[in-house]
Each structure stands twice: as C-alpha cells, then as structure tokens.
C-alpha cells in the first residue's frame, strides 16, 4: 500500500505486505530528515533519520528515500506487522524540528 | 528508566487556572524541546533550550507560557490563566545538542492537558 502524506492520511495494508508512507517538506534548506512513529498514548519514537547528501538509508524492516529534487521523503516498511499500526510523521530539520501531520497505518490480521 | 520523563501524565483543570508541567530530559542531553499537539495533527514546536538558555520561542507561545531550564537539567512549563484552547498533548524531547549538528530528539509520553 502507498499514501500521499497529507492527502491521504490513512493507510491500510493487510499483514506481510509492504508499506510506503510518503512526505513532502517544505524547506528546500533542510539538510536532515527523521521518520518517528507515535502509538496511542505515547511520544514520537524515532525508526530512521537520512542526511541530505543521501538518497537513501537502510534500517532493520525499513528504509528511506530521499528525492531533494521534488522535497519528498518516503518511508518503506517491509513486511508489515500489527505492532507497526501507528500515526508515523515525517520531521525536517531547519533549525530546529518540525512535523508533518503524519498518516496512520493500519495493519490488518 | 533513562529516557525522557514528564509529569504529569495527565492534569485536568478548570478554565482560569493556572498549571505548570515538569520534563526530566535524559541526563546527558544539553537540548531540551517542547511540543504541542492536538488530535490528529503533528507535534508543533514550541521552545527549546540549550543548558539553562532559551535560545527560541515560537509564536504559538503566547505571554500566557513560560518554561524554564534553571540549571539546565529539568525544564518547566507554566501556563497561566489556561483557556479551552490549550487543551492538547504537552511533549518534551532532548538531544545531545551540538551546536550545527544534526540530531535525533528523544520524547517523553507527554502531558495530557484538558482545560474543562
């Protein structure tokens, strides 16, 4: 499954598939950019952070894709599991971080 | 537990009132940040310091918030006479903060504020 970020905030995928979240930022300066996931009740956990002079990075079951090109950022997640249903925002760091809105990924059993 | 801590978890207050939340960042973390976040959207930046010097406030922080750092290990947040608006998730994060490097923040759970 694949969102579009802030035109889709909500994404389902069914267990063992692949997920794709995407990001746009805004700041063309932005030299660093992490991926957090945030479950019900609890703050932002970091998963994965990518500088600007990488176009992508690889972490355990996940990996991000940077295109400076079109500022866009995309989360993957590989086999996806009920533990990754989660809100997950994307954040650039400008001077300090700032937020998506995040999309929610809903695993189904 | 070594992570970042917040107390409370959650306050209830009437309009008017005034609250003050704590943050005990991770100990050898010299940035301290707080968020706010309402349902459904994304942490907004409020202030962070680096040790006990606040270095930037954004304008959601109206006169009504004040944090402070005094020894540059816990923080607090004070908002005074809390309106309805204020209602939302208060997030605290620390980094090791270098100045111009590029660092992950760690966050607390958050206080959870209704102002009733």
């Known amino acids: 499954g694949e969102s579009v970020g802030l035109h889709l905030p909500t994404l389902s995928v069914q267990e063992g598939d692949n997920s794709i979240i995407n990001c746009a930022y805004s700041?063309?300066?932005?030299?660093?950019f992490i991926w957090y996931k945030q479950e019900s009740g609890k703050g932002p956990q970091f998963i994965i952070d990518?500088?600007?002079?990488?176009d992508k990075r690889q972490g355990q079951r996940v990996t991000v894709l940077l295109n400076k090109t079109v500022k866009h950022l995309s989360l993957q997640i590989a086999a996806t599991q009920p533990g990754d249903s989660a809100v997950y925002f994307c954040?650039?760091?400008?001077?300090?971080?700032?937020f998506g809105a995040g999309t929610r990924l809903t695993v189904k059993p | 537990d070594t992570g970042v801590s917040q107390d409370p978890r959650h306050k209830i207050t009437k309009r008017g009132q005034n609250v003050t939340f704590r943050c005990d960042p991770i100990?050898?973390?010299?940035?301290l940040y707080w968020y706010r976040q309402t349902l459904g959207q994304g942490p907004e930046f409020l202030t962070y310091?680096?040790?006990?010097?606040?270095?930037?406030k954004s304008r959601l922080l109206s006169d009504r918030f004040s944090a402070e750092r005094p020894k540059g290990s816990f923080s607090t947040l004070e908002i005074q006479r809390t309106e309805q608006g204020d209602s939302a998730m208060y997030l605290c994060?620390?980094?090791?903060?270098?100045?111009?490097?590029?660092?992950?923040?760690?966050f607390g759970s958050g206080t959870q504020l209704s102002v009733l």
């Open positions: 994060a620390s980094s090791l903060g270098a100045p111009s490097e590029n660092e992950k923040l760690f």
């Open positions: 700041n063309s300066a932005s030299d660093y």
């Open positions: 990518i500088r600007s002079n990488m």
């Open positions: 954040a650039e760091n400008i001077r300090d971080m700032r």
């Open positions: 100990s050898e973390h010299n940035r």
């Open positions: 310091f680096q040790n006990e010097a606040q270095l930037e």
